[in-house]
C-alpha cells in the first residue's frame, strides 16, 4: 500500500510538473509574440484612451481588435448582394481563424531556444533581468501580458487571455496577480483582490458594492475595494455596451477579471455627474488614464471620497478637496492665469469642460468645443479679418435670424407646457449623437456610430463629409445646433478615412471617404487643424471668448439670462431637473433615462450671476524674433571678451544651455564657463553679454582636440563622440518657480563616452554628484531632458533607451515599473523608470516631450520608434525609406536612412535630420507633412515654438525656416567663427546662442531697425 501511494504521489507530482511546464512555454510563446509587437506590419490605430498633459488625444493606440466593417455598408443592408457578402465573408473569416489556430498551436508548442555558446548560458537570466520584456507595455495585469492581436478566440483559450475590452482603462496590475489555482482555500472576503502582491503596511478601508466602471464605449459592473495603497475592482457584471445596452460577447474569455489601480499614481479626483446624478468620480493618474467610477448613490461616492483624501497615500495628488463644480472652478484661479494670457484658449476651455463634468470617458458628457470661423469657402484667410469668425456672443441656434424667428414662433406654441419645460432647440449642442457624426471615421467611434444605427453605417448624404456643409447645416436646420469637439484642433486623422470604411455614397453618386476641407486648407487635414487652432487662439476670439462661455458654462445658461439670450434647451437636458430616484413609473423613467442618454446633458453651469470677465487686448508687444523672416533681418554680435576662442586653450563649444539671464557654455576640455546676458533698449545691439565664471568639471577628462583648422571643421562638424546631445542642464522636478535660474538647483546631466554612465554635477560647485549607468550596456550616445526638468531619457549602443526621473521622489515611486524596480537602478538625484525597447541597433538620437508624453528614438538602422513616457508602453515604429523617401510604418530592415536629429513640436509633429540630407516633419501618428533637401551638413536645430519656426546650425551658417512647409525664410552666414556645433534659445526676450567650433559664443537678434 506505501508503495502504490507512493507511485501515486509521485505521478501526480510529474503530472503537475508537466502542466505548470506547458502553461510556462505557453506564457514565454506569449510574451515572444509581444516582443515581436515593433515588426508587425498589419497595425490599425483608434483613438487613444488616455490623454497628454494638455488633456489633447493626439497619439494614436495600436487597435488589436480591427474590423473593416464591410458588413455595417449602407447599400448592402438595403439587400444589394447581401447573401452573396454574408457568404464570402463566412468563408475568408473561417480561413483566417484556420491560420491563427495553426500558427498559436505551433508557437504554444514550440519551445523559445536560444543559440547562444555554452560557456555564457550562465548568464541568460542576468541578461533577461537587465534588458527584460516588461518594456514593451505597461503591465496592467496577466490579461495586458499577452498580446490579443494575433489571437483568434481558439487560441485565446490556449494562452489563457482574460477579457481585455477594458484593458486600457487599468491603471497598474503588473505581473503581481497570482494564479487563483496558487491560493489556498480561505474565507476572506477580499480573496479576489489578494491576488496581487500588497504593498508593506497596506490594509483594506472600505469596500463598495454596485460600482461600475464607465469608459466611452462599455458599462462595466462590479464591487470596489478601497486600501491604503490600492483600489481593486471585481467585475460582477457582464460588459455593457453603452449604445445598445446589450452584453458583449466575450465568450471564450475569463468573464470576471480583477484590476488595481495604485494610489501612488493618482494625480486628480473629479466630481462627474451620471445620468444627471452626482454619483460619480473620476479619477486621473501619472500616465493620463482616466477612470470614471460610478457609485450606487452620492452617499457611497462621498464616502469613498472621504476614504480617499483622509486614510489612503497619494502624494502626487493635487485637486482640490470639493467635488462640487463651481467651488472647484473658484478655487482653481484659472480665470486669473488666462485673462494674463498666462494659458491657451484651448487650455483654458478645456479646463472649464472638465471642471463643469465633461469628461472623454462619457460619451453622454463629452467635452464641447465652440465653432470659431464662419468662413469655409474663401482661398485664404487673414486671421486678423474680425468678418471671418463667428458671432460667439450668440449660441448656434440664434446666428440665423430667420430660423432663430421660427423657432421663437414655435416656442410660444408651446400651450402644453409649464413655462419652465418650454424650449428652443429640442436638440442639443452636445450629444452622443453629434460626437459620433465628427469621429465616426476613427475607432472606437465607428463601432459605435453603427451599433447607434442599428448595424449599420447611417445613410450617406446624413454623414459629416464636408466641413462647410455641415457649418450650413448649423445655421440652416431647425434641428441642427451642434457645437465642435476638442479634436477639430488636434486631431487631423478625424478627417481622414485611414481604415477605408465602407461609407457609400451620397445619391448624386458622391463616394464618400475624406471629408472635404475648406479651399484654405489646401486639401490637408493637419493645415486645416494648424490655421483652425491660430484661429482659436487669435486676438479677436481671445476677446470674445468670454461671452461664448457665458453661454455654455456662465449665467446665461439658465435662468433669464438664457432666456433673453435665446439659449433654452429641452427642460431634461439641464442638471437638477429629475430625480430619477423619485420616479416609480418604469416605463415613465426609462423614457427620461433614454432621454438623458441621447439628446444631450447640459455642464453643470460654473458662474451664476455674474458675466465672465473679458479678455483684454494683447498689449503691444515685440514680433516674435525669428516669424517672418526676410534677408538680412538676422544679426549677430559675438562679445570680444569671453573665455573660448582660437586663442583659449578651453577648445570648441560641445554644449549651451540658457536658463534665466545665464548662460552656460561647455568647451570641450569640460570648462563650463557662465555668461549674463542683459536685454537693452538699444535697437543695433539688443543683448549685452558679460563673462561671469569659468571652471573646470570635476572627474573629467579633457577631450583630444579634434578640429585643428578650418577644412577639419567643415568634415568633421558635428561628429565628435561628444557634442551637443550628450549634455543636458535641469533643475530637476522639485524645483520652486521663486528659485527657477538658482546655480545652487542646477544640475548638469551628461554621458560620459568613456566610462559608459550618466553623471551628475552640481553647477554650483561642479563636484561630480552621482555617476550611474541605469542598466546600459556599452556607450550612452545621447541624452535629453523635458521641457519641465522632471524627466530625462537616454539611448545607447545597447539599441535601448531608458528613461529616467529627476529629483522627484513622487514622481519616480509612480511610474518606474516593477522590472526596473527590482534591478535597484534608483538614486537620490536620477532614478531609472522604464527601459524602452524597440531598435536592433544603436541609437543616434533621441527627443523628449513631457507634455504630449512621448519619447521618439532614433536608431542606426533607421528605425525610429514612438513610446509613452510615463507608461513606457511602445507605440509604434517608423523608417524612411532609403529609395522612395517615404514614411512608413514599421520598422526598418536594410533600407532605412539613419536619423541624425530629432525635435518635437507641441502640436504633435516632430522634425527629423537624417544622414543622407533630407529633413522631414513628421506627426507622431507616422503621417510626413513635409519635406525639404539641405545643402549642408545640420550639426544642431531646435523650435522656436514662438515662432512657429525651426532653426538649423550648418556648417557654417543659421537658417530659419517655417514649421509648416520647412521654406527658409532667412539666412546668417557666420562661417568666420567655424562651423557651428550647438544651439540655445533664451526665453524673455528670445535670443539664439550660437556655439562654433572655434569656441566663439555668438547671439543672434532680430534687427528691428
Avoid at 493618482?266 to 452626482?278: E, F, I, L, P, Q
Avoid at 468620480?281 to 467610477?293: H, Y
Avoid at 530637476?732 to 544640475?747: I, K, P
Wanted: proline share 4%; charged share 25%.
Amino acid at each position: 500500500r506505501l508503495s502504490s501511494k507512493h507511485r501515486t504521489d509521485t505521478s501526480e507530482s510529474n503530472r503537475l510538473v508537466v502542466t505548470q511546464f506547458a502553461l510556462a512555454s505557453q506564457r514565454m510563446a506569449a510574451i515572444q509574440r509581444l516582443m515581436n509587437d515593433p515588426w508587425d506590419l498589419l497595425r490599425r490605430w483608434e483613438v487613444s484612451t488616455h490623454t497628454d498633459l494638455l488633456y489633447r488625444r493626439i497619439l494614436f493606440s495600436p487597435n488589436y481588435c480591427f474590423t473593416n466593417h464591410a458588413s455595417a455598408s449602407y447599400e448592402l443592408t438595403l439587400g444589394k448582394d447581401r447573401e452573396a457578402f454574408q457568404k464570402e465573408e463566412i468563408s475568408r473569416q473561417e480561413r483566417e481563424k484556420e491560420k491563427e489556430i495553426e500558427l498559436a498551436l505551433r508557437v504554444a508548442v514550440v519551445p523559445y531556444e536560444e543559440s547562444v555558446d555554452e560557456e555564457v548560458e550562465e548568464d541568460d537570466d542576468e541578461r533577461a533581468g537587465s534588458d527584460g520584456f516588461f518594456g514593451w507595455v505597461e503591465m496592467e495585469g496577466v490579461e495586458a501580458t499577452l498580446d490579443r492581436s494575433h489571437c483568434s478566440d481558439e487560441e485565446e483559450e490556449v494562452v489563457d487571455v482574460k477579457d481585455d475590452t477594458e484593458d486600457e482603462t487599468a491603471e497598474e496590475s503588473d505581473w503581481d496577480e497570482i494564479d487563483a489555482a496558487e491560493m489556498e482555500s480561505t474565507t476572506d472576503p477580499f480573496d479576489w483582490a489578494r491576488k496581487f502582491l500588497w504593498s508593506d503596511g497596506e490594509h483594506p478601508l472600505q469596500n463598495f458594492e454596485n460600482v461600475a466602471i464607465v469608459s466611452v464605449q462599455t458599462f462595466i459592473e462590479g464591487i470596489v475595494l478601497l486600501t491604503s495603497h490600492s483600489i481593486y475592482f471585481h467585475q460582477t457584471g457582464d460588459v455593457i455596451d453603452v449604445m445598445t445596452k446589450e452584453k458583449i460577447d466575450v465568450e471564450g474569455k475569463k468573464p470576471k477579471p480583477n484590476r488595481r489601480w495604485k494610489l501612488n499614481q493618482m494625480t486628480d479626483v473629479h466630481g462627474r455627474r451620471y445620468m444627471m446624478k452626482a454619483q460619480g468620480l473620476e479619477l486621473f493618474f501619472s500616465d493620463m488614464q482616466g477612470l470614471f467610477l460610478k457609485f450606487n448613490g452620492v452617499k457611497d461616492r462621498d464616502l469613498f471620497h472621504s476614504k480617499l483624501r483622509s486614510n489612503c497615500k497619494v502624494p502626487l495628488l493635487r485637486s482640490f478637496k470639493s467635488l462640487i463644480p463651481r467651488t472647484v472652478f473658484k478655487k482653481s484661479m484659472l480665470t486669473d492665469l488666462w485673462l494674463k494670457r498666462r494659458i491657451s484658449n484651448f487650455q483654458y476651455i478645456m479646463a472649464l469642460n472638465l471642471m463643469a463634468g465633461r469628461t472623454f470617458n462619457d460619451i453622454c458628457q463629452y467635452p464641447v468645443f465652440p465653432w470659431i470661423l464662419n468662413d469655409y469657402q474663401s482661398e485664404t484667410l487673414d486671421l486678423n479679418d474680425p468678418s471671418i469668425y463667428r458671432d460667439l456672443s450668440k449660441p448656434v441656434g440664434a446666428l440665423n435670424p430667420d430660423r432663430l424667428a421660427m423657432l421663437i414662433e414655435r416656442y410660444n406654441d408651446l400651450d402644453g407646457f409649464p413655462e419652465e419645460q418650454k424650449f428652443l432647440f429640442g436638440s442639443h449642442y452636445s450629444s452622443p449623437g453629434v460626437v459620433l457624426h465628427y469621429m465616426l471615421r476613427q475607432e472606437p467611434f465607428t463601432s459605435m456610430h453603427i451599433a447607434l444605427q442599428s448595424g449599420r453605417f447611417d445613410c450617406p448624404d446624413r454623414l459629416f463629409f464636408d466641413i462647410a456643409g455641415c457649418w450650413r447645416s448649423c445655421l440652416t436646420s431647425t434641428s441642427d445646433v451642434k457645437e465642435l469637439t476638442p479634436e477639430f484642433f488636434t486631431c487631423p486623422e478625424i478627417f481622414t478615412n485611414t481604415n477605408n470604411f465602407p461609407l457609400g455614397e451620397t445619391q448624386d453618386n458622391k463616394q464618400i471617404s475624406n471629408v472635404k476641407l475648406p479651399p484654405w486648407a489646401k486639401g490637408s487635414p493637419h493645415e486645416f487643424i494648424r490655421i483652425h487652432r491660430l484661429a482659436l487662439e487669435s486676438d479677436y476670439v481671445s476677446r470674445h471668448l468670454h461671452h461664448w462661455i457665458d453661454l455654455i458654462f456662465g449665467y446665461k445658461q439658465r435662468g433669464p439670462a438664457s432666456s433673453a439670450a435665446h439659449n433654452v434647451f429641452h427642460y431634461y437636458s439641464y442638471e437638477g431637473s429629475v430625480d430619477l430616484d423619485k420616479i416609480t413609473d418604469d416605463i415613465e423613467r426609462k423614457a427620461i433615462e433614454g432621454h438623458i442618454q441621447n439628446f444631450g446633458q447640459t455642464p453643470s453651469q460654473l458662474i451664476t450671476k455674474l458675466p465672465h470677465p473679458e479678455r483684454s487686448a494683447k498689449e503691444k508687444q515685440p514680433i516674435a524674433p525669428f516669424k517672418s523672416l526676410h534677408a538680412g533681418d538676422l544679426k549677430v554680435h559675438t562679445p570680444a571678451k569671453q573665455f573660448g576662442g582660437p586663442k583659449s586653450s578651453c577648445g570648441a563649444i560641445l554644449s549651451l544651455h540658457a536658463i534665466g539671464d545665464s548662460v552656460f557654455v561647455l568647451h570641450s576640455d569640460f570648462t563650463l564657463c557662465s555668461y549674463k546676458l542683459n536685454a537693452t533698449r538699444n535697437n543695433a545691439l539688443p543683448v549685452q553679454i558679460k563673462a561671469d565664471k569659468c571652471r573646470m568639471l570635476e572627474n573629467s577628462s579633457p577631450l583630444p582636440r579634434t578640429v585643428d583648422n578650418e577644412e577639419q571643421s567643415s568634415e568633421q562638424g558635428g561628429n565628435l563622440i561628444v557634442n551637443s546631445d550628450s549634455f543636458a542642464l535641469t533643475m530637476g522636478g522639485n524645483y520652486r518657480a521663486a528659485d527657477y535660474g538658482a546655480d545652487s538647483s542646477l544640475l548638469l546631466l551628461s554621458c560620459d563616452a568613456f566610462e559608459n554612465v550618466v553623471k551628475v554635477h552640481s553647477i554650483e560647485t561642479l563636484q561630480l554628484q552621482r555617476s550611474v549607468s541605469g542598466g546600459h550596456r556599452g556607450r550612452i550616445n545621447c541624452i535629453k531632458v523635458s521641457e519641465d526638468g522632471a524627466l530625462m531619457v537616454t539611448g545607447g549602443d545597447d539599441a535601448t533607451c531608458r528613461v529616467w526621473v529627476v529629483e522627484h521622489d513622487a514622481l519616480a515611486t509612480a511610474i518606474t515599473d516593477g522590472y526596473v524596480s527590482s534591478l535597484g537602478l534608483d538614486d537620490d538625484e536620477i532614478t531609472c523608470a522604464h527601459v524602452l525597447f524597440g531598435h536592433v541597433s544603436p541609437i543616434t538620437c533621441v527627443a523628449i516631450c513631457s507634455k504630449l508624453d512621448v519619447v521618439i528614438s532614433g536608431s542606426k538602422d533607421g528605425s525610429i520608434c514612438i513610446h509613452n513616457i510615463r507608461s513606457g508602453k511602445f507605440v509604434r515604429s517608423l523608417h524612411v525609406d532609403a529609395v522612395t523617401k517615404e514614411v512608413k510604418d514599421s520598422c526598418a530592415r536594410s533600407n532605412g536612412i539613419t536619423p541624425q536629429k530629432l525635435v518635437i513640436h507641441m502640436d504633435g509633429s516632430f522634425v527629423a535630420y537624417f544622414s543622407d540630407g533630407p529633413l522631414m516633419v513628421i506627426t507622431i501618428n507616422g503621417q510626413c507633412i513635409c519635406k525639404a533637401d539641405v545643402g549642408e551638413k545640420i550639426n544642431a536645430m531646435l523650435i522656436c515654438h514662438e515662432s512657429e519656426a525651426l532653426i538649423t546650425g550648418e556648417l557654417g551658417s543659421v537658417r530659419v525656416r517655417t514649421l509648416y512647409d520647412l521654406s527658409v525664410q532667412c539666412t546668417l552666414n557666420i562661417k568666420k567663427y567655424g562651423p557651428i556645433t550647438t544651439l540655445a534659445l533664451t526665453s524673455d526676450p528670445n535670443f539664439l546662442c550660437v556655439g562654433s567650433s572655434n569656441g566663439f559664443l555668438s547671439v543672434v537678434f532680430r534687427n528691428t531697425k
